[in-house]
């Protein structure tokens, strides 16, 4: 089985745009979630999506949002970008997202200017 | 109460000696606490995950080690090899997919 997948893999942005990411999970995995990862402050969870409805929210401000779609594909969106939004954000993927197995994907990298 | 704090932030060990990793956490909710392996440029990889139901779980050179009354769980990678240099983290959560994460230990093993 092919892993997660995510792209694009590197994004430079300048601060007001805004972005939108792609995740691709595991063939059969319903359960995607998304994390932000950053030298300061570590790997934070930012949502859950199952079955295209938001089952999780981390504690991110509402400019990050994101979506599933009815083939598990998700995409995360984050709007009026800050230069402190620079960061890996990494998908994970589940069978059932009921606290089993995630398996992550390489991450996007999205710098900031 | 959703944090897991997670030592020591670094650790050298010679090849061969035995690396250990310490978490602890307070939320008596958690009841799933994996371990996480990153290699720079890579995502995050399941290395060992436990319940709260067992004390140790071992695979291979990897064991987890888990005390439910000092809410406190500890990952020892025997044999250690320069291979195994890499970010790992531990990580806790309620039956969901939402991982809560320690900090992350940067292991570094010389030959």
């Known amino acids: 089985k092919a892993g997660v997948t995510q792209t694009p893999r590197y994004l430079i942005k300048t601060r007001g745009q805004q972005v939108t990411l792609s995740c691709s999970p595991i063939s059969g995995h319903r359960s995607v979630s998304w994390y932000q990862q950053t030298p300061g402050q570590g790997l934070q969870f930012l949502f859950e999506y199952f079955s295209e409805t938001q089952r999780n929210k981390g504690n991110f401000p509402g400019r990050f949002s994101g979506r599933q779609f009815s083939n598990s594909r998700s995409e995360m969106n984050v709007s009026t970008l800050e230069l402190g939004d620079s960061a890996l954000y990494l998908c994970?993927?589940?069978?059932w997202g009921r606290g089993e197995t995630q398996y992550f994907g390489p991450g996007t990298r999205l710098l900031v200017l | 109460q959703q944090q897991v704090k997670q030592s020591p932030q670094s650790l050298i060990v010679q090849k061969g000696g035995i690396s250990i990793i310490n978490c602890a956490y307070e939320n008596t909710a958690f009841d799933y606490f994996p371990w996480y392996q990153q290699f720079p440029g890579k995502g995050p990889a399941l290395l060992i995950a436990?319940?709260?139901?067992?004390s140790e779980k071992k695979e291979g050179r990897f064991t987890i080690s888990f005390n439910k009354s000092a809410k406190q769980f500890s990952l020892h990678i025997m044999d250690s090899q320069p291979g195994d240099s890499a970010t790992y983290f531990c990580?806790?959560?309620?039956?969901?997919?939402?991982?809560?994460f320690g900090t992350g230990t940067r292991l570094q093993v010389f030959p």
């Open positions: 990580a806790a959560s309620e039956s969901t997919d939402k991982l809560i």
């Open positions: 994970a993927s589940s069978l």
């Open positions: 436990i319940r709260p139901d067992v």
